[in-house]
């Protein structure tokens, strides 16, 4: 019932700038929690940030911190992933996610994006 769909990935040096964008769509237009997960090669799916839906709330994990910044349009229906500062390290692919809850120390979502690929060249 809920359908997200990135964009905005690609290939980008280091020390560039990214914004990626996730349009939400669907039969149930529920104030869902919003996020960005990401999965890099060999690494398990993990939370980038979160944003509530007032936006009035964000997490950030420590790799970020400082460097990308979360944000919606509610209206648009729209959620914005802005990257800064990137790193070789950042490279992965990025997941938008929906409906987002942390249990357990973990985030864990109800909706997810195909992917986009984020990749940072030295």
């Known amino acids: 019932q809920v359908q997200l769909v990135e964009s905005g990935g690609g290939l980008v040096q280091a020390g560039g700038s990214l914004r990626l964008s996730c349009a939400r769509s669907?039969?149930?237009?529920?104030?869902?929690?919003m996020g960005w997960f990401r999965q890099a090669p060999g690494k398990e799916r993990d939370v980038v940030a979160i944003?509530?839906?007032?936006?009035?709330?964000?997490y950030y994990a420590d790799s970020v911190k400082g460097r990308f910044t979360i944000s919606r349009d509610n209206a648009k229906n729209t959620v914005y992933l802005e990257m800064n500062s990137l790193k070789l390290e950042d490279t992965a692919v990025y997941y938008c996610?929906?409906?987002?809850?942390?249990?357990?120390?973990?985030?864990?979502?109800?909706?997810w994006g195909q992917g986009t690929q984020v990749t940072v060249s030295s």
């Open positions: 669907g039969r149930t237009f529920s104030s869902y929690d």
């Open positions: 996610a929906a409906n987002t809850r942390l249990v357990a120390r973990t985030w864990r979502a109800g909706y």
């Open positions: 944003i509530s839906w007032s936006a009035d709330s964000t």
